[in-house]
């Protein structure tokens, strides 16, 4: 499919997605979030692909929802603009593929809860998260007051929605946004890395640990352990188990066969 806010590549089973609106700090407007919702889904669908990469191109990863865009928006259209964030950041949660952030730039606002959609985040060095909503008389929009609370916990989500405040990539690392910060001229080639160790894992197994990890979070700790014991069994009804264990006791390497 051809888009004109975004890049799409693909190679080894890893395929990598930028915003692609520099001029604009990559900025999401609505059509960039449909571009982004239609990409995913068809990624998500290809036995080809293991794993999703997310970046920006440019200096930017995403400099939040598009200021321009929301600037005359009336309060039903910001409600509809708000929807198709959600629905796009949902569809991350539940996608069948991980999917990891690059955060290459600046990640603030609605950037910011794209890249806390993704499984996890690697930045670089230079890389600048918040949400600066408040300075611009609104709220998050696209999951922040919920995801990030979430993440980081209630009073850190506040401090940081309250003021307004920019962090580093390695104050995003102390508090739990950021799993691994890297020179800018590395990050992609890092998370690719990342990403094709995740690649030749079973597809079975790595979307029930991602479907229990996120299904449990936001349940009690025994319906969690349910859902664990569910999808654990469900492994078991794939011949990757017996791949895995097999070649475990071979002292051989394992090759997984699920899509
Ligand atoms: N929306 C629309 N355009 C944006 C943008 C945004 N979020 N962020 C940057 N741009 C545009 C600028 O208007 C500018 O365009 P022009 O060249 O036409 O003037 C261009 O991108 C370059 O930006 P700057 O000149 O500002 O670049 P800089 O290097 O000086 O600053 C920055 C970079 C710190 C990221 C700064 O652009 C900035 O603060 N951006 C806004 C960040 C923000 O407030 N994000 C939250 C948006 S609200 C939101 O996301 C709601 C939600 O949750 C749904």
């Known amino acids: 499919m051809n888009y004109k806010n975004i890049l799409v590549e693909q190679a080894e089973g890893i395929a990598l997605v930028k915003v692609n609106r520099p001029q604009a700090m990559n900025a999401l407007n609505q059509e960039v979030l449909l571009e982004l919702f239609s990409a995913f889904k068809e990624l998500d669908q290809d036995d080809k692909v293991g794993v999703v990469i997310l970046s920006g191109e440019g200096k930017a990863f995403v400099a939040g929802a598009d200021i321009k865009e929301m600037l005359s928006m009336n309060a039903i259209e910001a409600r509809k603009f708000g929807e198709t964030g959600h629905v796009l950041m949902n569809f991350m949660g539940q996608m069948e593929k991980p999917i990891v952030a690059a955060v290459n730039g600046f990640a603030l606002g609605g950037g910011m809860e794209l890249a806390l959609a993704c499984d996890f985040i690697y930045a670089a060095e230079n890389a600048k998260f918040g949400q600066p909503e408040i300075n611009l008389g609104i709220i998050p929009g696209f999951g922040g007051t919920q995801r990030l609370s979430r993440q980081i916990g209630r009073a850190q989500a506040k401090e940081l929605i309250f003021t307004g405040g920019i962090m580093s990539a390695q104050e995003a690392k102390e508090i739990g946004i950021v799993n ?52 654990f069994a469900l492994c078991f009804s794939h011949q990757d188990q017996k791949e895995g264990m097999s070649a475990f006791l071979e002292k051989r390497k394992p090759a997984f066969t699920s899509k």
């Open 180 to 231: 691994k910060v890297f020179p800018p001229e590395t990050l992609l080639s890092e998370v690719k890395k990342v990403a094709a160790l995740i690649a030749s894992k079973g597809a079975l197994s790595l979307r029930l640990a991602k479907s229990a990890i996120d299904t449990g979070y936001n349940v009690d700790l025994k319906s969690g352990c349910s859902i664990e014991r569910e999808s």
